[in-house]
């Protein structure tokens, strides 16, 4: 069966604005027996508007909580070749500790970190979580990158 996922499109920096709908990128089914769909966006934002327009879509960022959906994601990735490509995630820094969860669902972050992350690069306040190379990093939330949406059902 297609999802098709109804939502407000808005063309940031222009006029149009109307509803469309389009069909997930990838659905993956949970362990859990749920099923995750998702859209991969090419288009660079920064975090908190990345999560704005997940959220037009009725979806959030993408979060890797799941046993083995970094895995799938990644498999996806590879066969679309933009494993390459850093992808914004709905990973979080809480405060200024070290530790990091995933959103929604305040998962902590225990693996999948590329080799020497996180790392608050030159002390910036990478308090947002990215996705490269089948791994994650974190970054800045001002950082502009393609992101990944999220719906579970
Ligand atoms: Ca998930
Ligand atoms: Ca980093």
Redesign the pocket.
């Given at each position: 069966m297609k999802i098709l996922v109804a939502f407000a499109f808005v063309l940031f920096g222009d006029l149009a604005f109307g509803v469309y709908s389009r069909a997930c990128d990838l659905v993956w089914k949970l362990p859990s027996g749920k099923k995750s769909c998702y859209f991969f966006f090419e288009g660079w934002r920064p975090w908190y508007m990345a999560q704005i327009e997940c959220e037009l879509y009725g979806m959030h960022l993408i979060a890797l909580e799941a046993e083995g959906e970094l895995e799938v994601i990644t498999q996806y990735l590879k066969k679309e070749s933009k494993l390459g490509t850093e992808w914004l995630t709905g990973g979080i820094r809480l405060g200024r500790t070290n530790d990091f969860q995933w959103s929604p669902g305040n998962t902590p972050i225990i693996s999948g970190w590329n080799e020497g992350?996180?790392?608050?690069?030159k002390n910036q306040g990478?308090d947002r979580v990215s996705l490269k190379n089948g791994g994650i990093?974190?970054?800045t939330g001002l950082v502009s990158c393609p992101y990944i949406c999220e719906y579970d059902y």
């Open positions: 992350e996180p790392n608050n690069y990478e990093n974190d970054v």
